[in-house]
């Protein structure tokens, strides 16, 4: 395996990316990281009262460790602090570094095959329809006990795809060289097949 090949994965909210690139890196072996996390982690501080420049500028690796990153309220404020250009700048060396550590690195996010990483080896951009993204968010979240409604979690990762996409930092889109996958359709098992034939063609 060569030092550093990085896969990079994409997608909008609820796509199944994270389930996807943890078990590409598993497979390969590959170091992982998930850079919505950060985003959470600011979101989670700005609603604690910082301000998100500050908030992000001073991101430690322990604030990703913070116990509630996972909420729709933090997702909603990653979303809002993710518009910032000066956010998204104090965030950037973190991602690059970890994407050139040497046997390779899987990064997921939103800007990752565009901004991030233009040259990683892999790129992948993971979609599937918005009801069938809230439906998985929806189950995610009762499984772990919180109650919102199903119209109230297909508006929210309505709202956040919009305002990922619409942004002028850093939108979401597939990067030209990106291979899509659309994940509506598939099982887990069957959406992970693919990922790794499309890693594995390029090794
Ligand atoms: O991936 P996740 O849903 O945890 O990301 C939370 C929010 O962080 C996204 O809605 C998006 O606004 C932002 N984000 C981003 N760029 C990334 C990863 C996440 O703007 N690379």
Do not use: N, W
Request: with cysteine.
């Amino acid at each position: 395996m060569s030092a550093g090949f990085t896969v990079a994965i994409d997608g909008p909210a609820a796509a199944g990316k994270g389930t996807l690139s943890k078990a590409v890196a598993a497979h390969f072996g590959f170091a992982h990281l998930d850079t919505g996390l950060l985003y959470r982690a600011v979101g989670a501080k700005v609603l604690a009262g910082e301000s998100p420049i500050k908030a992000a500028r001073g991101l430690d690796a322990r604030d990703l460790e913070a116990a509630d990153l996972r909420t729709p309220a933090v997702a909603q404020s990653a979303s809002k602090v993710a518009v910032i250009a000066e956010v998204r700048a104090a965030l950037l060396d973190f991602q690059r570094s970890f994407a050139a550590r040497s046997g390779g690195a899987v990064l997921d996010g939103r800007d990752i095959g565009t901004v991030i990483c233009p040259d990683a080896h892999v790129k992948l951009f993971i979609t599937a329809s918005a009801q069938v993204r809230a439906k998985r968010r929806f189950a995610e979240l009762s499984a772990r006990g919180i109650e919102d409604s199903f119209d109230q979690v297909l508006a929210d990762v309505q709202a956040r795809d919009a305002r990922d996409r619409e942004r002028v930092e850093a939108p979401l889109k597939p990067a030209k060289d990106a291979v899509l996958i659309d994940t509506s359709d598939l099982s887990i098992e069957q959406a992970v097949a693919q990922a790794i034939a499309v890693v594995d063609a390029q090794r």
